[in-house]
């Protein structure tokens, strides 16, 4: 008679088991449907060869890793300061096929309220972010210039080079060069590594941009840093360490806030809760790997990532900022003719 009081205590763990069992095992079976045999578009809007590249296919490598069976086809859409490949990334299907990274630097645009933008960043379906990766503005080793303070000191304007309208390294060049009176021309066309090989020969004198693009460069005793924004590295000055106007430490302000959400991924908006969740897994294990860090290690590049809605958080709140930095970065963007 105990056992019978005691049936529908068992009955229920029974069932308790087999539910927990059932639903683990949808689980694995939606994973293996989803990525099994299945081909993936991993866009990285920007060209080959360059930083944004080089993290893409690693990403996208180590996701097909981790994502078993599938196949991962990286496809370059460089244009407009990323805009091209952001906006294509934003209208794709929302099936969980498609996904990429792009520019920091389209969160300036989205601010700003160009006409040009077709995405809005808050509605994306965020992966995560790979890195932090401070900016610097760095100068070919061929040329005197040997630190900040010379760099300011020059009566006439130097060439810069920027990827295109739109780009962070454009948008970050036009805010300091306007806050701070950098004596710098803009170039604009230079994709990829495209702009290293232009100090190379001489054609420009340098560049603002991403710390890890320009590392091996560096190293490679093609280019000399001569000042830093953001980052824990000690060998180049802080740009905020300078004299400079409140109206300048405004823009580094936001241009740090850039560098603390280095390499994203992300997809278009309404991808399923459930595909969204085995996308973000699978750059979790690939972001832990120690082969890719291995390999990230050799590039000179850092991995510090955050993940899906971490990730979503930081992107409103670097969209959260006052009128006076909205009007300093619109006038940034469209210097009075």
Known sequence: MAFVRRLPGILLVIVSFFAAWSHQNAAAQ???????????????????????????????????????????????????????????????PADGYTFGTFSTGLIYNQLSQSNNVRYDLTKMSWIGKAGTDPRVIIVGSQNSIKDYPEFMAQKAQLNFAASGPGSASYVEMMLLGKSLGLPIRILTGYTGSNDQLAMRRGEIIGTIGSRSSVQQFVEN??????????????????????????????????????????????????????????????????MNDPSLHERANKLGYSIEPAFGDDVRHIIELALQQSDETIALLKEALNPPK
Do not use: C, W
């Open 30 to 92: 939606t994973a293996e449907a989803f990525f099994k045999g299945k081909s993936f578009t991993y866009i990285v809007s920007a060209g080959a060869g360059g930083g944004y590249d080089l993290y893409g296919r690693l990403t996208a490598e180590f996701m097909q890793k981790h994502m078993p069976g599938s196949t991962v086809v990286v496809k370059n859409m460089p244009g407009a300061g990323h805009l091209i490949g952001a906006n294509a990334l934003y209208a794709s």
């Open 221 to 286: 005793g093609y280019g000399r840093l001569i000042a830093q924004i953001g980052g824990s590295e000690k060998d180049v000055p802080q740009l905020s360490d300078f004299p400079m106007s409140e109206a300048a430490r405004t823009s580094i302000a936001l241009i740090k806030s850039q560098g603390d959400i280095a390499r994203l991924s992300a997809g278009p908006p309404g991808i399923p809760a459930n595909r969204l969740a085995l996308l973000i897994n699978a750059y979790r294990d690939a």
